[in-house]
Nanobody, 125 residues
Framework: QVQLVESGGGLVQAGGSLRLSCAAS????????VAWFRQAPGEERRGGLA???????????YAAASVRGRFTASRDNVKNMAYLQMNSLKPEDTAVYYC???????????????WGQGTQVTVSS
């Protein structure tokens, strides 16, 4: 079992930056792919696709078109942490952001077994 806890969300003006953190406990994160999902009002998290994915060793990354060039995933397996650096934030980035861990490099939510509780990101215009 892996327990995940996100932090770092908040209120930011458009154009600003935030860094989300995902702290893992229970088991080491270094054997898991980590993905970031978001759920805007009216959307389903579990039915959605990841906005960012990073492989277990950090060598491979995926970013959805909507965030490519603005969001960057990283991880520190020594600290058992994963991060999502979000720059040039837009009002449409407003959502609850979740980190998830799973065994495969995937963008679909069903592939991830472990989820955090989410952290709210609100971008004002």
């Amino acid at each position: 079992q892996v327990q995940l806890v996100e932090s770092g969300g908040g209120l930011v003006q458009a154009g600003g930056s935030l860094r989300l953190s995902c702290a893992a406990s229970g088991r080491t994160l270094d054997s898991y792919v980590v993905a970031w999902f978001r759920q805007a009002p009216g959307e389903e998290r579990r039915g959605g696709l990841a906005i960012s994915v990073i492989s277990a060793n950090g060598a491979e990354r995926y970013a959805a078109a909507s965030v490519r060039g603005r969001f960057t995933a990283s991880r520190d397996n020594v600290k058992n942490m994963a991060y999502l650096q979000m720059n040039s934030l837009k009002p449409e980035d407003t959502a609850v952001y979740y980190c998830a861990a799973g065994p495969r490099f995937e963008i679909r939510s069903y592939a991830f077994d472990y989820w955090g509780q989410g952290t709210q990101v609100t971008v004002s215009s």
